[in-house]
């Protein structure tokens, strides 16, 4: 039973819609086997979670039938029946929250039953609601299509709807569709390239980008922001970031919720590529220009209510954030980010990720007793993170070098006995340990200067907390 379609289906209603779908089956409209409404009330008890042992087969079956057979038919056609029952109130709810939906529902029904003056205002009616429209993206071609391909399949023979069947109009949308669809997803498989190197052939793109330089493309800037993305991922030029990023923020609205992500997320992998590019060789101008401009991104996505994936905040967009806070000192606003944020997070990983942002927020303040009392909370979810921070803390507490240089010795072997970190991954965390027993022993050794140090660091190309490391250098005194 906790393995059916149907109990599957109720763990997706929420609170407010399992109500209404009670509502919905004691509608006779809808329902008129009250064998379906009691089998309702029966699971009804044990949502959300439905994983009570009174769901299990031979409890049901008994409680609902009063048999003891389990392989009485009666309660698997009942199942089947409410399961039928709740996908339709699913596609109902769904219709309701999707107008275009709606209203194309609609006009199949008036040309089912030949309501000619109907049918061809709402036709006129949509397209009115399509133009109203601030969104101009894939989708607003394709229902622009689709309702011109309607009307010139309509099979009304009178000549007052004639001007409507416009098949040149009927071609033009389907070409700018087919341009916003192919632009769209080949800057998908360019970042998917850019992550994991996995190169892909695009059919037709040339001819797409040929065509989109026509007049009637330029009135819609989605096509230049996406040819400029594609110029982007194969010419890394700051140019033509700055002006995608104009552009971007500028026309953001012309695309839907999901299409805005899109674009912004092209812009933080742009600077996220760049700030990686940029730690293997190491300029602490550029360093600082892209951190701050991923963070002014993701600073954008948040006052805009575009940081939340089906309701949270994943633990990667989290940690990046209280991370590029602490390292621009942008304590005050990290403190205020925290407060409001952390209840988006996943139960399975609020608390860690709490803790260690609250961890970071002390650290950023220089209150380094307290970021070290918190660490002593955090469980092996961050352990890297919460190891290196730790040995910040140490340093900049001004710690012992015994104490300090033992921290970094504890750290080393737990990097060597822990098998479960990529070589490449352990790079990072063992090449910080390295540079910090440098800088212990810096005001020690005659020969050692700052310049050495900074070129040391700049030649190293995996290593944690690069950023620290070059300003603890900056503040030696040999």
């Not at 509502?23 to 006779?28: I, M, Q």
């Not at 989708?139 to 023979?157: G, P, T, V």
């Not at 996995?198 to 797409?208: G, K, T, Y």
């Not at 954030?321 to 609020?350: G, P, S, V």
Request: one cysteine or more.
């Amino acid at each position: 039973m906790h393995k059916s379609k149907l109990i599957k289906l109720f763990r997706g209603l929420s609170r407010s819609e399992l109500l209404e779908f009670g509502r919905y089956l004691k509608t006779p409209f809808f329902n008129r086997d009250k064998n379906l409404l009691i089998l309702y009330n029966y699971i009804k008890k044990y949502h959300p979670k439905l994983d009570s042992e009174k769901l299990d087969k031979e409890h049901f079956i008994k409680k609902i039938t009063g048999e003891k057979d389990t392989k009485t038919r009666k309660i698997h056609d009942w199942m089947s029946d409410l399961s039928s029952k709740l996908e339709d109130y699913l596609i109902l709810i769904e219709t309701r929250k999707k107008s275009y939906t709606r209203d194309f529902l609609l006009l199949d029904a008036m040309k089912e039953r030949k309501i000619d003056e109907l049918f061809f205002r709402n036709v006129k009616n949509i397209g009115n609601k399509l133009d109203n429209s601030v969104e101009r993206d894939m989708f607003y071609y394709f229902y622009q299509w689709q309702l011109k391909h309607e009307a010139f399949f309509y099979s009304s023979i009178s000549k007052k709807y004639k001007d409507e069947k416009d098949i040149a109009k009927t071609m033009e949308y389907i070409d700018m569709f087919f341009c916003a669809v192919k632009l769209r997803y080949s800057g998908e498989m360019a970042i998917q390239e850019l992550i994991v190197s996995d190169e892909h052939s695009i059919a037709l793109l040339d001819e797409v980008l040929q065509e989109i330089q026509k007049p009637i493309y330029q009135e819609n800037k989605l096509f230049e922001i996406y040819k400029l993305t594609l110029e982007l991922f194969y010419e890394k030029r700051d140019e033509t970031y700055n002006k995608l990023k104009s552009l971007v923020l500028k026309h953001l609205n012309l695309g839907n919720h999901d299409e805005k992500l899109t674009l912004l997320n092209f812009l933080m992998v742009h600077a996220n590529k760049r700030l990686g590019e940029v730690s293997l060789q190491y300029t602490k101008e550029l360093y600082e220009r892209y951190t701050r401009e991923l963070f002014e991104l993701y600073v954008y996505k948040i006052e805009n209510d575009l940081l939340l994936e089906d309701g949270y905040i994943t633990g990667v967009h989290f940690y990046n954030i209280i991370y590029l806070a602490t390292t621009l000192q942008r304590a005050e606003w990290l403190e205020k980010f925290i407060h409001t944020n952390t209840k988006y997070l996943n139960d399975n990983i609020r608390e860690s990720t709490t803790n260690l942002a609250n961890a970071y927020l002390h650290f950023a303040k220089k209150e380094y007793r307290q970021c070290l009392l918190t660490l002593l909370q955090m469980d092996s979810a961050y352990s890297l993170q919460t190891r290196t921070l730790g040995i910040q803390c140490h340093y900049e507490f001004e710690a012992d070098s015994e104490v300090l240089t033992l921290e970094c010795n504890n750290f080393n072997k737990y990097l060597n006995r822990n098998e479960k970190f990529a070589a490449f991954r352990k790079e990072y965390p063992k090449n910080f340990i390295r540079f910090v027993k440098m800088l212990i022993d810096a005001p020690y050794k005659k020969d050692m200067t700052k310049e050495k140090l900074h070129t040391k660091l700049n030649n190293t190309k995996r290593i944690s907390a690069r950023y620290w490391l070059d300003n603890k250098i900056d503040e030696l005194r040999i």
